[in-house]
């Protein structure tokens, strides 16, 4: 996939650069035996080619054993930024989805524990379910929208977008003095806690308040 969709409008967007943020919410980080960060948040990449829309099948790769599901609110960037102060990553922001960055833990277990890159726990293809988008213009986030994930309609991820440890206005000014952002760049805002394995099978489903609804079944 390409192009992202937008909630009642038939405008198709061009996907750039897919950033991410890990360690987002403290409970997360905490069920996983990660340190909290505190200067700046931790940041890898994804990629256009493994977004899928919602609805589509996430397809199970054969070489891990330990898929696990992320929920997470997506900002779209709507303009070029670098060095952004609060306002430009304000209005770099145009709009949200929900998300959800599937990964592969063994393997990013195993790259952590040898201190490499953990890029192919990330980017494998249908790792990256998207909602259509909402624009700013018709929805401004409060921060007490709930986000929450089921598999076969049982609870995993039950959370508030609020209790973000990096702000979408920190996250966006953080990686903007590091990178140049574009309009079409994606940014993953990291998940609460909850997140287990999957099998083929099952069935997710979740969404962020406000924002929409996201469904995948592993294949
Ligand atoms: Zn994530």
Redesign the pocket.
Known sequence: MKTIKVKNSSEEIQIGKVV???R?YADHAKELGNEIPDKFPIVFMKTATSMINSGENVVHPDYSENLHH?V?LVLLIGSTIKNATDEDAENAIVGYAVGL?M?LRDLQFKSKEKGEPWTFA?IFDTSGVLSPFVFKKDYILTGSERIHLSVNGEIKQDATVGLMLFNTVEIIKNISSRMTLEPGDLI?T??PAGVSRVVKGDKLSGGIENIGNIQTTIA
């Open positions: 991410c943020v890990g987002n992320e997470e960055d990964t990330k993953f990291g998940t």
